[in-house]
């Protein structure tokens, strides 16, 4: 039955309308196909779904729809993707992640980051525009506290939680405004979503650690691809400043739903501040601070900024606020980045050994 529902369903007629060229079509198709994936339990079905969601001709267009020009398109994608990465197979994440992460090409080789590490620790290092985390002339000029660059040897679980949080620049910060609490409102649901991710995938037999790097790790970097999935996601994060708010939101749950699980090169890959990337590589943090440095500049031109922010969160949650607000867009996407990056805290907080930073 599976088989006959992968061959006179999927293939020949839900897979000509996923790649019609009309976007009502298009975006009706995702969303049954979503909706499919959230329902379907059986077993032999999911491996004819995720067989022909990872697999088939229309395989790439999904994925590429993540961050195409119909807003909800790119939404129904996400969700799509977001409803795949629930499911109890390990074919998802293989495919669409650990393939593309595991050679650590996107690391430094070890001569390389020990050559950065000396830099870090020279005088000269004491400019953030010198130095390697901030390449690509990505400088905070604009900000009295721009965030720290990694410093050098061993890192503890209170040094990954605190490079999060010491992201957003403090004059753009606004949940304290309205006395919402920090990172460890996030902890119980960061707890919920850690635990889930743990039993997907308890029976795939994933390592504890990562591989030693190698001398040769890095070697292949120029030609380092981080995957379309991740792709598209990191190209959205980096226009978050200028998306919609529901889009944004969804496009952070998948990335905290990613960063969720328990294997070494995801965990280090998106949850490592500290990791020496090579030249041609980024990081979730890496994207990150080039969100904020963006932040830095767009800022200028809105004024009494903490009051605007303080009415768009009051908007947010239903509360009275102000109408028409300017530079909506970018309030909202300045306030989903504070959170998002408490989150992300939450994460780290709940997967990694902590010693003295601990949620109040």
């Not at 080789?109 to 390449?135: C, I, K, L, M, V």
Request: aromatic share 6%; hydrophobic share 40%; proline share 8%.
């Amino acid at each position: 039955l599976a088989v006959c529902v992968h061959q006179l369903w999927l293939v020949e007629l839900l897979q000509p309308q996923l790649l019609d060229t009309c976007e009502q079509v298009v975006l009706g198709s995702t969303s049954v196909l979503c909706a499919t994936v959230r329902l379907v339990q059986s077993s032999s079905l999911l491996d004819q779904l995720v067989h022909f969601l990872l697999r088939s001709d229309a395989a790439q267009p999904l994925l590429r729809r993540c961050d195409h020009i119909s807003d909800q398109i790119s939404m129904v994608s996400l969700c799509l993707v977001e409803e795949l990465l629930q499911k109890p197979h390990r074919d998802v994440l293989d495919v669409l992640v650990l393939s593309f992460l595991h050679t650590q090409s996107y690391l430094s080789p070890p001569a390389s980051a020990q050559e950065e590490r000396q830099t870090e620790s020279g005088e000269d290092s004491e400019d953030p525009e010198d130095d390697p985390f901030f390449s690509d002339s990505l400088t905070f000029s604009d900000s009295p506290h721009p965030p720290p660059p990694p410093p050098p040897g061993p890192q503890t679980a209170d040094d990954v939680i605190n490079s999060f949080l010491c992201l957003v620049p403090v004059q753009v910060r606004s949940s304290q405004l309205l006395q919402e609490g920090g990172y460890e409102t996030y902890v119980h649901d960061a707890h919920t979503l850690v635990t889930e991710c743990q039993a997907l995938s308890l029976s795939w037999d994933w390592p504890l650690t990562p591989p030693p790097l190698s001398l040769s790790s890095g070697k292949d970097s120029a030609s380092f691809f981080e995957g379309h999935l991740l792709k598209v996601l990191f190209d959205r994060l980096g226009r978050l400043l200028e998306q919609p708010y529901e889009l944004n939101l969804q496009l952070t749950a998948v990335l905290s739903r990613l960063s969720a699980f328990s294997h070494p090169l995801l965990h280090e890959y998106l949850l490592n501040p500290y990791i020496h990337l090579s030249q041609s590589s980024r990081s979730l943090f890496s994207v990150l601070i080039r969100v904020m440095g963006e932040l830095m500049q767009r800022i200028q031109q809105v004024s009494n900024l903490n009051e605007r922010l303080l009415n768009t969160r009051r908007a947010l949650l239903g509360l009275p606020h102000d109408p028409g607000l300017d530079h909506l867009t970018l309030l909202k996407g300045v306030i989903v980045l504070e959170e998002f990056c408490k989150e992300l805290a939450a994460i780290a907080f709940v997967k990694l050994p902590h010693s003295s930073l601990a949620p109040p």
